[in-house]
């Protein structure tokens, strides 16, 4: 092909002036709107829920910054390009877990809760022990996705600054200053800056990405047939360091590259499967959301302008992915050996068309996607520690609003700095696989709690902490005992081998336990009492939005 260029792509691209220069430029432009924001920064409501004042469709572009993170720009655009087919299944089952979260979450969450997950779980509960839980189970999901937002940062600095993957103090240092800015947007803008700077991140995000679709249909007079047949064409096998060659051809176009024909793998596909469509009505940043609009309707449209926004997104990662395998010289075997591995599909796609100038744009739109996911998921975690475990659990309620917003403030430099270690020890891991691994956390330790809180009136206190803990301890160890920590050859950990379990993703063990946990802990609980009265109120306030918490004017 005439528009194929010749050559080995470079082991690292672009002008790392040029880089900066843009990363400089997002970066200053994010913090003048931070601090504009905090102007209005009053209240525990203002930091938290940014005085309830945002529109449903400015909530639905901010959701879709938050949900569209490092995993879905970078680590789909990668596994795609690498697995073909087996790689776009992360978007289908990202894009599916909406219609869950639409229908069964997002409506009543708003009307029910006030900051947090652990209002919704203790409005008919104990307050303490449940909201001790609700935050445990927010801190874990949060440092999992903390942890792919930062791997994610590594891969992207290895690449375009050209630091080597050996540098682990140059690496190290780039992701420590992503931490030092995440820090600052939510210490200066609490959720409103934070709010603005997604907002900003997915109108970059969803151009950046339109731009190289079109750009890649345009050599191939848009016909997508014609980009699948060159992916193919350009790539008979795939040869990664210390790995047998792998057979590609048209295997890119059918299942069976990643999630291969063994019983085991069929078994990994369908647990990652139900991992990724249960988890998104599990995931706390994302459920913190809702409680930044004024009324349940507003909810509401958040959700379906996310779902619009979302879905073009991942139709746009499909030539993406297969555009990078078609266009950028070596495919998938370059694609797969760059610094930052699958991760760098996208970079790499972008020099090859635009140079660096494109580049240059496209590494700000991915810097910007990491730095507002962190610093959404940072305020998550923060205000869940500082509002359920300082105010609701050590304080029992009895606590000036202002020093629960100082703890928040202080939770989120430690979270910081502990996202900064993570971040640096995961360096060169596929992040749509560790998303998922935060996936399935939070489809097994707080799904079933948030609906059979919502929905079963015999739910009890018991139950509601079976089910947390559970589901959090099952999930975590399985995790930890499964080939994505040790002996394979993507393993976090190389040259061990102390795995038992034999799933990469342990949502099809961990959920229907947890489901099963709330269960049994609510019959071996049963000499609690049922207070119908808080269930009736729960249930007409969560479908009616009576109750609920109203927007603050200033």
């Not at 995440?182 to 970059?204: D, P, S």
């Amino acid at each position: 092909m005439g528009y194929l260029a010749q050559g080995a792509a470079p082991a690292s691209v672009g002008n790392p002036l040029l880089n900066i220069g843009t990363f400089a430029l997002f970066v200053v432009i994010t913090l003048v709107v931070v601090f504009r924001a905090s102007r209005a920064t009053k209240t525990a409501a203002d930091y938290y829920a940014a005085g309830r004042s945002f529109t449903g469709p400015q909530n639905g572009i901010a959701i879709s910054g938050d949900y569209l993170s490092a995993a879905s720009f970078l680590g789909i655009a990668g596994a795609i390009a690498v697995n073909g087919y087996d790689g776009f299944l992360y978007s289908i089952g990202f894009l599916v877990a909406w219609l869950v979260a639409l229908l069964l979450v997002a409506e009543l969450l708003r009307n029910t809760g006030k900051y947090t997950m652990g209002d919704v779980l203790s409005f008919r509960m104990r307050q303490r022990p449940v909201r001790a839980a609700a935050a445990t189970s927010t801190l874990v999901v949060s440092f999992f996705y903390l942890l792919a937002q930062m791997a994610g940062a590594g891969a992207l600095i290895a690449l375009l600054l050209k630091i080597p993957n050996s540098n682990t103090l140059g690496q190290g240092l780039v992701i420590a200053l992503v931490g030092i800015l995440m820090i600052t947007y939510v210490l200066v803008g609490g959720m409103k800056g934070t709010t603005w700077v997604q907002i900003i991140k997915a109108a970059l995000l969803l151009t950046g990405t339109a731009l190289i679709t079109v750009w890649v249909l345009a050599l191939f007079g848009f016909n997508l047939s014609a980009v699948l047949g060159q992916a193919v064409s350009a790539n008979p096998v795939l040869e990664t360091a210390g790995a047998q060659p792998k057979e590609l051809g048209e295997k890119l176009l059918g299942p069976g590259l990643q999630y291969g024909t063994s019983a085991t793998a069929k078994i990994d596909f369908i647990s990652l499967s139900l991992a990724l469509v249960l988890g998104t009505a599990g995931l706390p940043h994302i459920l913190m959301r809702f409680y930044t609009v004024p009324s349940a309707k507003e909810a509401r449209r958040s959700v379906v302008w996310a779902i619009w926004l979302i879905g073009i997104f991942y139709l746009f990662t499909l030539v993406l992915g297969y555009g990078a395998a078609a266009l950028v010289p070596g495919g998938a075997t370059t694609i797969a050996n760059a610094p930052g591995r699958t991760n760098s599909a996208a970079p790499l796609l972008a020099y090859q068309l635009g140079g660096e100038v494109l580049l240059g744009f496209i590494s700000a739109v991915a810097f910007a996607t990491i730095l507002a996911v962190v610093a959404g998921l940072t305020i998550t975690a923060s205000a869940s520690f500082a509002h359920d475990v300082y105010a609701n659990v050590i304080k029992a309620g009895e606590v000036p609003p202002d020093a629960e917003v100082r703890v928040a403030r202080i939770t989120a430099v430690v979270i910081g700095v502990i996202a900064i270690a993570a971040g640096i020890l995961a360096r060169n891991q596929n992040i749509a696989f560790l998303v998922a691994l935060a996936f399935a956390v939070a489809a097994s330790a707080n799904l079933p709690t948030i609906l059979y809180s919502l929905f079963w009136k015999r739910f009890n206190t018991t139950g509601a902490l079976w089910s947390v803990y559970g589901g959090l301890a099952s999930c975590v160890l399985l995790i930890i005992f499964s080939p994505a920590v040790s002996g394979s050859p993507s393993a976090m950990i190389r040259g061990v081998d102390f795995h038992v379990f034999p799933l990469a993703n342990p949502g099809l063990v961990s959920i229907p336990l947890s489901f099963l946990l709330g269960i049994l802990g609510t019959y071996a609980g049963g000499r609690q009492p049922v207070v119908e009265a808080k269930f009736a109120e729960m249930e007409v306030r969560s479908l009616t939005g009576a109750g609920s918490e109203k927007p603050i004017a200033h």
